[in-house]
């Protein structure tokens, strides 16, 4: 369970990444059924400002000593430098040997790099440091492609909007779809974008709003459990088959075949949690026919079978 929350601050930080870690895990959202989080704001020295990238401060309320006994230790982004502070370094692989759980928003892996935390490990961080992530660390196995990497014990993430993508990731893992939905319906944000989905996204802006595919992403959410083909889905947008594929790529960063995997594993892992429906009917509901079909993406997608996700998820 996911109960305490120490973020990691240092100069030169990046307000927009900071913010992230504070909306997703620092808000108090009991009234709605989220479990309370202990979310602290640490710094090598806490009650002196912290400079930022634009221009303003802000001051940590928490030491380093605050990592000793969190669950999850957020390190966010800032501005790269040569060398990071050692104290902090120490803290860091401290609260990982003794078991927490690491994530780096964008640049932040820079952190976890030089704490010797990314060797032979896959990691990310934003497209246009990924090179240089690999150079200055070249046991870590970076793919600069995708929007986060869940490594089990340290979880890397792409710049900005990935960052929320990365948190929302951790908040499903540890506390459950349900307390995720509820969360990102609160930002006004998608439950979850799938990590393997590319960082650059060809066109992100439609040129013309009737040129979006939103509206026909939103039928699709509303039925998954039936039968859909990249053919009836292009004749459903009025594009031809090549067009509608390559419109598809450019709004999603996916194909429309990994899209309804991922959306309908979600879909799966929303019933298991939340209804004692056979895996059958899961299945069903899902848009997977068949429990063997739902068990083989299942567990590519999320690691474990649909009965073992329910028994350690459903009691959420």
């Given at each position: 369970m996911l109960r305490t929350v120490s973020a990691v601050v240092i100069d030169g930080l990046t307000p927009f990444e900071f913010g992230v870690l504070c909306e997703v895990f620092g808000v108090d959202r009991t009234d709605d059924g989220v479990p309370p989080i202990d979310f602290r704001v640490c710094g090598e020295r806490p009650g002196e400002p912290i400079r930022t990238d634009v221009g303003a401060s802000v001051v940590a309320d928490h030491g380093l000593d605050a990592l000793a006994d969190a669950d999850l230790i957020a390190v966010s982004a800032a501005t790269i430098r040569d060398e990071y502070p050692p104290r902090l370094l120490e803290a860091i692989r401290e609260?990982?040997?003794?078991?927490?759980?690491?994530?780096?928003?964008?640049?932040g892996a820079?952190?976890?790099?030089?704490?010797?935390?990314?060797?032979?490990?896959?990691?990310?961080t934003h497209w246009r440091e990924a090179a240089a992530l690999a150079r200055r660390f070249p046991h870590a196995k970076v793919d600069?492609?995708?929007?986060?990497?869940?490594?089990?014990?340290?979880?890397?993430?792409?710049?900005?909007?990935?960052?929320?993508d990365a948190c929302l990731h951790v908040v499903r893992r540890e506390l459950g779809a349900a307390v995720t939905a509820t969360i990102a319906r609160r930002m006004v944000v998608a439950p979850q974008r799938d990590g393997g989905q590319r960082q650059f996204v060809e066109l992100p802006t439609p040129a013309h709003e009737a040129d979006s595919l939103q509206p026909l992403l939103a039928w699709l959410q509303d039925r998954l459990d039936g039968e859909h083909t990249v053919t009836s889905l292009a004749e459903r947008a009025n594009m031809s088959e090549r067009t509608f594929a390559r419109r598809f790529a450019a709004e999603t960063g996916t194909?429309?075949?990994?899209?309804?995997?991922?959306?309908?594993?979600?879909?799966?892992?929303?019933?298991?949690?939340?209804?004692r429906l056979t895996v059958e009917d899961v299945a069903h509901r899902s848009g997977f026919g068949t429990a063997a079909l739902l068990r083989h993406h299942f567990t590519s997608v999320v690691g474990v079978s649909p009965k073992d996700y329910r028994r350690s998820f459903s009691h959420r």
């Open positions: 609260a990982h040997q003794r078991g927490a759980t690491l994530l780096s928003v964008c640049s820079f952190v976890l790099g030089a704490a010797g935390l990314l060797d032979d490990r896959r990691c990310t600069p492609d995708v929007l986060f990497v869940d490594d089990g014990d340290v979880i890397t993430s792409a710049g900005t909007a990935a960052g929320i194909t429309p075949h990994r899209w309804l995997t991922t959306q309908r594993v979600l879909r799966a892992r929303q019933l298991l949690e939340e209804t």
